[in-house]
């Protein structure tokens, strides 16, 4: 199964509206795969810094990162054109190497306001790691 494959399995899986994987590259993170994102917002996700943005905390923090309502994040999380994307609940999770490097990160989201569980966030996590051999 190849990366968009594979995505649109784990959006489909989660019940969500869109979809992000991300290769590491140094301290940046590269698009490899999107889903559902508008054509508009493809330059600004293309090519994120570690700690900007969802994915780039998840990458840096090697933590998953929710924001349950990404139209209303106060905490500086999101980036202002990440609320033009419609999304409402997301997550990010770092997809990391047997020694804790990060290779990439993987990302879905939700129109509606959403809280993602513990076990969505361990199920994710799992999902990521197939990702890796394809990063």
Not at 9 to 19: I, L
Not at 55 to 66: I, N
Not at 103 to 111: A, D, H, N
Request: glycine share 12%; aromatic share 6%; with cysteine.
């Amino acid at each position: 199964m190849n990366a968009d494959a594979k995505l649109k399995q784990t959006v489909a899986e989660f019940e969500c509206q869109t979809g992000t994987l991300h290769r590491a590259d140094g301290e940046w993170l590269y698009l490899v795969a999107q889903m559902g994102v508008p054509d508009f917002l493809m330059d600004k996700i293309s090519k994120i810094p570690f700690g900007k943005g969802i994915a780039g905390v998840a990458a840096e923090s090697k933590e998953p990162v929710e924001l349950c309502n990404l139209q209303q994040d106060l905490g500086g999380v999101a980036k202002e054109d990440a609320r033009k994307t419609g999304v409402s609940g997301s997550l990010a999770v770092p997809i990391l190497d047997e020694s804790g490097k990060v290779l990439g990160t993987l990302g879905v989201g939700k129109i509606v306001p959403y809280e993602f569980s513990d076990a969505e966030k361990v199920k994710l996590t799992e999902i990521g790691q197939e990702f890796a051999v394809m990063l």
